[in-house]
C-alpha cells in the first residue's frame, strides 16, 4: 500500500507553529531570567526624589494592601536616610475598589512618620508607564529612585531610562508579593509578559 504524502503546505504551517512557541518560550525564559537579575537590586543613591510606584490600595477589602504598604514604607525609610527630600506617590484610581492610591499611599507615608510636606501625589496614572511619565513631568524629575516590588524592578528601570531619568531601582522586599514565593509567585511570572506588552505599545 503507497504511503499518503503529507500536505506541504500543512508540514510548514506545522513547522512554524512549533518554531513560534520554541521562540516563545525562550523569550519569555530570557525576560524572567532578566527579572530575576534585576530583582536583587538594593542599592541607594542620591536623588532628587523617592517615586513609589502605586499597586491596589485596598486587599482586602477595607485594608491596605500590605504589598503596597511594603512599597511606601521603604520608601519613606529612603527619605528619612538622606537619600532624597521628598516622596513621590503615584497611582490614580482603582478599578477595583475606586480608591486614588496616591492618596492612600501618601496616608502610609504619614503614618509612617513622613512629614507631609515631604510628599507629592501624582494621582491620575493607570500603569507603571504611566506612573513615571505623569511624575516626570509634574514635577520636573531627573534623578530619580524607584521603589516597587523586587519582580517589578527590571520593566520600572528600562521604562524610566527610556523617558530620559536617570533612575536607580530598590525593591521592597518584605512585600508579601515577593517575599511569599519571590520568582514564583503570579506576579513574578507574568511580568515578562507585562514587558512584552510594553514592548508592543513603544513604551520600551
Same mark, same amino acid.
Given at each position: 500500500?503507497?504511503?499518503?504524502?503529507?500536505n506541504?503546505?500543512?508540514?510548514w504551517?506545522?513547522?512554524?507553529?512549533?518554531?513560534c512557541?520554541?521562540?516563545g518560550? #525562550?523569550?519569555?525564559?530570557a525576560l #524572567?531570567?532578566?527579572?530575576?537579575?534585576?530583582?536583587?537590586r538594593?542599592?541607594?543613591v542620591?536623588a532628587?526624589?523617592?517615586i513609589?510606584l502605586g499597586?491596589q490600595?485596598?486587599f &482586602?477589602?477595607?485594608?491596605?494592601n500590605?504589598c503596597?504598604?511594603?512599597?511606601?514604607?521603604?520608601?519613606v525609610?529612603?527619605?528619612?536616610?538622606?537619600f532624597?527630600?521628598?516622596l513621590v506617590?503615584?497611582?490614580g484610581?482603582?478599578?477595583?475598589d475606586?480608591?486614588v492610591?496616591?492618596?492612600?499611599m501618601r496616608d502610609m507615608?504619614?503614618?509612617?512618620g513622613? /512629614?507631609? /510636606?515631604?510628599?507629592?501625589l501624582e494621582e491620575?496614572?493607570?500603569?507603571?508607564a504611566? /506612573?513615571?511619565?505623569?511624575?516626570?513631568?509634574l514635577f520636573a524629575?531627573?534623578?530619580?529612585?524607584?521603589?516597587s516590588?523586587?519582580?517589578?524592578?527590571?520593566?520600572a528601570?528600562a521604562?524610566a531610562?527610556? #523617558?530620559g531619568l536617570?533612575?536607580?531601582?530598590?525593591g521592597?522586599?518584605?512585600?508579601?508579593?515577593?517575599s511569599?514565593f519571590?520568582?514564583l509567585?503570579?506576579f513574578?511570572l507574568?511580568? &515578562?509578559?507585562?514587558i512584552?506588552?510594553n514592548w #508592543?505599545r513603544?513604551?520600551l
Open positions: 500500500m503507497q504511503r499518503q504524502t503529507q506541504p503546505i500543512r508540514r504551517l506545522t513547522r512554524g507553529i512549533w518554531g512557541l520554541i521562540v518560550v #525562550l523569550l519569555y525564559l #524572567l531570567t532578566w527579572v530575576a537579575a534585576e530583582s536583587t538594593a542599592t541607594a542620591q532628587d526624589a523617592v513609589v499597586a490600595a485596598f &482586602p477589602a477595607g485594608r491596605w500590605p503596597l504598604v511594603a512599597r511606601v514604607e521603604r520608601g525609610e529612603l527619605v528619612k536616610a538622606g532624597a527630600p521628598r506617590v503615584s497611582g484610581v482603582d478599578i477595583e475606586g480608591a492610591e496616591a492618596q492612600v507615608a504619614i503614618q509612617f513622613l /512629614n507631609k /510636606n515631604q510628599i507629592l491620575r496614572s493607570t500603569s507603571t504611566e /506612573n513615571l511619565r505623569f511624575s516626570q513631568k524629575l531627573q534623578k530619580v529612585l524607584i521603589v516590588d523586587p519582580f517589578h524592578l527590571a520593566r528601570g521604562l531610562r527610556k #523617558l536617570e533612575a536607580t531601582v530598590v521592597a522586599p518584605r512585600s508579601p508579593c515577593w511569599r519571590g520568582l509567585s503570579r513574578a507574568r511580568e &515578562p509578559l507585562a512584552f506588552e #508592543l513603544g513604551d
